[in-house]
C-alpha cells in the first residue's frame, strides 16, 4: 500500500462537531445572576489556570522526543481538547445566556423563574424546588430547570393551587404550599 493512504500518527487534533447547546433550538437561556457569575468563573479557571498547566506539561513532553508512546504528551493533548471542547460550550451558553434576577419579581404571589416552592404530592408529602436555568440544574439540591415537566406545571400557580404533573410515570396532582423569592 502506498505510503499516502497510510497515516503516520493515529491521534487527531479534530475533536469533532462543536458542542450543542444544552437547550432546544429557539428557547432562552435563562440564568440567575448566580448561576451566570458561575459559568463565567469555570471559564475563567480553564483559560487562566488550567489550560495554560497543561499547555506547558504537552509542551515538555512534546521535547522529550517519541510522542506515539509518550503518555504524558498523549493524554496532554487529550485533555486539551476537552477543555477546549468544555471553553467552547461555556462561551456559547455565555453569549446567549438573558440573566434574571429571581429577587426583581414583583409578582411573589405566583410561581415564575427563580421561585423556590413547597408543595406537596398526593400522599401529602412536602418538597421543595428551586425553578433555575438549564445550566444550574442539580436534583440532589433540589434545583429545577424551568422547561421540566415539574416547572412547567407549577409557572403562574399561586399558594393553594393543585397543578398536574405530566410524566412519563403518569399524571400526579401537586397542591402548592408556599412560594418563595430571594430578598
Known sequence: MSKA??????????DGPEPKTA???????YITPEGLERLRGELR??????????????SWAAGNGD???????????????EIDHRI???????????AVDPARQKNRDRV????????ANSADEENTVTIVG???????????????????????????????LHSPGGTESL????IRYPD
Not at 437547550?23 to 437561556?29: E, I, M, T, W
Not at 467552547?88 to 438573558?98: C, W
Open 5 to 14: 493512504f497510510v497515516r503516520e500518527d493515529t491521534e487527531s487534533d479534530d
Open 23 to 29: 437547550s432546544p433550538a429557539g428557547v432562552k437561556n
Open 45 to 58: 479557571d480553564l483559560l487562566k489556570i488550567e489550560r495554560p498547566k497543561v499547555v506547558e506539561v504537552v
Open 67 to 81: 510522542r506515539s508512546e509518550n503518555g504524558d504528551y498523549i493524554y496532554g493533548k487529550k485533555r486539551l481538547r
Open 88 to 98: 467552547r460550550f461555556l462561551t456559547g451558553r455565555i453569549e446567549i445566556a438573558q
Open 112 to 119: 415564575f423563574f427563580g421561585a423556590t416552592v413547597i408543595y
Open 134 to 164: 438549564i445550566d444550574e440544574t442539580d436534583l440532589d439540591k433540589g434545583r429545577v430547570s424551568w422547561l421540566s415537566p415539574i416547572a412547567r406545571a407549577m409557572m403562574k400557580a399561586e399558594e393553594g393551587d393543585r397543578v398536574e
Open 175 to 178: 397542591r402548592i404550599v408556599a
